[in-house]
């Protein structure tokens, strides 16, 4: 699982892809490569960048492999649920984000629990969330934001869903790195996830499924 991650840290993009798909078939969990792999992978590369380093144009080819190897990952992460779908999410990341990694590794993640989920992407405005959500009869609006400037997108959304009287129907789950549960709180937000791992688990609360399998 290292080698997966220093690769990415060295944007060896081919190799990435090769050493996924060698893990995949030695029979390794697939969430188990996500985490300890890839997204031990962009941590480190993003704490050098915090540094000064490591720069843009590193991280934006870490960025692009890492969703790639995300689609070669996604058949292989086990479906915990063949029924009916869990609920339905609109997630997307917040108006002037582009940040996508994070946001697309909830989305997978929740698709795989057995949500039916529509990813609106990044740079998404407060109306955009809301109007597909009303759309899809949405269960939970899923906000991802990793700018400080980006995070008070989320508040808009919020405060949106209260003018429509769609904030019992709609409940609201919100993450990334500069987000807390403080900040969740503050918002009026339903739910707030470190990773997604824990967006899981909100999700399933937020519908009023129990997590059997924590
Ligand atoms: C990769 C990266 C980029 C890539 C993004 C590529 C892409 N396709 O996403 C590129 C190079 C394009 C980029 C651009 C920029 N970036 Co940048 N970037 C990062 C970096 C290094 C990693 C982010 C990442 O992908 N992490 C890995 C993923 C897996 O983690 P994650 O996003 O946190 O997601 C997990 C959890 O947070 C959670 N989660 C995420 N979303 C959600 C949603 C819900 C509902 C839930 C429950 C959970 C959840 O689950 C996820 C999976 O476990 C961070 C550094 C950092 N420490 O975060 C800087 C960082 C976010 N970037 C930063 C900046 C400043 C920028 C730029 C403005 C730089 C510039 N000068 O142009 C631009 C942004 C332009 C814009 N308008 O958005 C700053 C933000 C500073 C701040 N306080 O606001 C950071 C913190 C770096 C820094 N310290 O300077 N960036």
Redesign the pocket.
């Known amino acids: 699982m290292h080698t997966i991650r220093d690769k990415l840290i060295d944007c060896q993009t081919e190799h990435v892809f090769e050493l996924v798909q060698k893990a995949i078939n030695q029979g390794i969990d697939a969430a188990t490569i996500v985490n300890d792999g890839l997204?031990a992978g962009?941590?480190v590369?993003?704490?050098r960048?915090?540094k000064g380093e490591a720069f843009?144009p590193e991280?934006?080819v870490?960025?692009?492999t890492?969703?790639q190897a995300l689609e070669i990952l996604e058949p292989h992460l086990a479906k915990t649920v063949d029924e009916d779908a869990l609920g339905t999410v609109v997630?997307g990341t917040v108006q002037?984000?582009?940040?996508?990694?994070?946001?697309s590794?909830?989305a997978t993640m929740l698709t795989v629990a057995g949500f039916t989920v529509h990813d609106l992407g990044?740079?998404v405005a407060p109306m955009d969330f809301v109007t597909k959500a009303k759309e899809e009869k949405a269960n939970i609006i899923?906000?991802?934001?990793?700018?400080?400037?980006?995070m008070e997108r989320m508040q808009e959304t919020v405060d949106l869903l209260k003018k429509e009287h769609l904030d019992q129907q709609v409940k609201v789950?919100?993450?990334?790195?500069?987000?807390s549960q403080q900040f969740a709180d503050s918002i009026g937000a339903d739910?707030?996830?470190?990773?997604?791992?824990?967006?899981v688990k909100?999700a399933k609360r937020l519908t009023g499924h129990s997590d059997k399998t924590t």
């Open positions: 997204t962009i941590r590369l993003g704490n960048f915090e843009l991280l934006a870490a960025a692009e890492m969703k997630i002037g984000d582009i940040h996508d990694i994070g946001k590794i909830v990044i740079d899923a906000m991802s934001a990793l700018l400080t400037t980006t789950m919100v993450g990334g790195a500069p987000v739910g707030y996830g470190v990773d997604f791992n824990q967006a909100i």
